[in-house]
Nanobody, 113 residues
Framework: QVQLVESGGGLAQAGGSLRLSCVAS????????MGWYRQAPGKQRDVVAT?????TTNYVDSVKGRFTISRGNNRVYMQMNGLKPEDTAVYYC?????????WGQGTQVTVSS
């Protein structure tokens, strides 16, 4: 199974920016989707943004205009601007291929008001 390793989380002030990165342990072949989910304390894990191998992107409404997802073959990034306290969560990298799903270990993002 492909391993995913995230980096780039941390502490930011409201209105600030962070950039998340995720690298897969192997090249990825075939149609696939990479993306980011997040889980706040006491809440379920929800999708934030996804991008297919063809470049099609989708965002949850709450981050549209603030977050931008991009990718290479085996890596995905998310530029987060205009951060809000409600963006505070553990962010998980995600990969879906025909062979199944893989998750990263998560990286904490904390936004102070």
């Amino acid at each position: 199974q492909v391993q995913l390793v995230e980096s780039g989380g941390g502490l930011a002030q409201a209105g600030g920016s962070l950039r998340l990165s995720c690298v897969a342990s192997a090249s990825i072949f075939g149609f696939n989707t990479m993306g980011w989910y997040r889980q706040a304390p006491g809440k379920q894990r929800d999708v934030v943004a996804t991008i297919t191998s063809g470049g099609t992107t989708n965002y949850v409404d709450s981050v549209k205009g603030r977050f931008t997802i991009s990718r290479g073959n085996n890596r995905v990034y998310m530029q987060m601007n205009g951060l809000k306290p409600e963006d505070t969560a553990v962010y998980y990298c995600y990969l879906r291929t025909l062979g199944g799903d893989s998750w990263g270990q998560g990286t904490q993002v904390t936004v102070s008001s």
